[in-house]
T-cell receptor, first 113, second 114 residues
Framework: DSGVTQTPKHLITATGQRVTLRCSPRSGDLSVYWYQQSLDQGLQFLIQ???????AKGNILERFSAQQFPDLHSELNLSSLELGDSALYFCASSVSVNTGELFFGEGSRLTVL | QQPVQSPQAVILREGEDAVINCSSSKALYSVHWYRQKHGEAPVFLMILLKGGEQKGHDKISASFNEKKQQSSLYLTASQLSYSGTYFC???????????????FGKGTHLIIQP
């Protein structure tokens, strides 16, 4: 158990819909990262927040957005869903703003039908 | 830019050694190694910073050749528990070790057979 909690574990929805994935980082960790994992692309970095502020952006689509709240939990919002958005979405946390050891949650598996 | 890992997959007998390579077209600041077992989250193995430092714990070690922008992960006397997918993640020098997230390779699938 990494200490990072993600909900929901599984989500099935239709194209065009919007979903929200939630992540609670390890106690004391201020950085939250979101990654997308698909079979052909591996782990793709989406976005990082540190202590409520956006710190880095990766290959995140405009249809996706995220935020980190004052209690440090984070949400990833995916809208206008397409079939290709089906993937495993991981949240990871770390203590500092720099990329040290990442602690990954168990992921949220999104299936878009 | 995504680092390139090789081989894509390897099957070994228990007790054999394995080497997994990770190379980048960019000058690297650090290389991170993770292992992911099927259906589980990736788990941190080690970080190597530029300077050619070699690290290891137990029978898993890694090297980092910053001039060649390459890192190698060495698994000696492999155990059944080593099975999984190994990912390298890189930070390039341009990010200066700052918070730009890790760029992961596509992974190397390692299967250890009894």
């Amino acid at each position: 158990d990494s200490g990072v909690t993600q909900t929901p574990k599984h989500l099935i929805t239709a194209t065009g819909q919007r979903v929200t994935l939630r992540c609670s980082p390890r106690s004391g960790d201020l950085s939250v990262y979101w990654y997308q994992q698909s079979l052909d692309q591996g782990l793709q970095f989406l976005i990082q927040y540190y202590n409520g502020e956006e710190r880095a952006k990766g290959n995140i689509l405009e249809r996706f957005s995220a935020q980190q709240f004052p209690d440090l939990h984070s949400e990833l919002n995916l809208s206008s869903l397409e079939l290709g958005d089906s993937a495993l979405y991981f949240c990871a946390s770390s203590v500092s703003v720099n990329t040290g050891e990442l602690f990954f949650g168990e992921g949220s598996r999104l299936t878009v039908l | 830019q995504q680092p390139v890992q090789s081989p894509q997959a390897v099957i070994l007998r228990e007790g054999e050694d394995a080497v997994i390579n990770c190379s980048s077209s960019k000058a690297l600041y650090s290389v991170h190694w993770y292992r992911q077992k099927h259906g589980e989250a990736p788990v941190f193995l080690m970080i190597l910073l530029k300077g050619g430092e070699q690290k290891g714990h137990d029978k898993i070690s890694a090297s980092f050749n910053e001039k060649k922008q390459q890192s190698s992960l060495y698994l000696t006397a492999s155990q059944l528990s080593y099975s999984g997918t190994y990912f390298c993640g890189t930070e390039d020098v341009d990010s200066g070790g700052g918070a730009d997230g890790l760029t992961f390779g596509k992974g190397t699938h390692l299967i250890i057979q009894p």
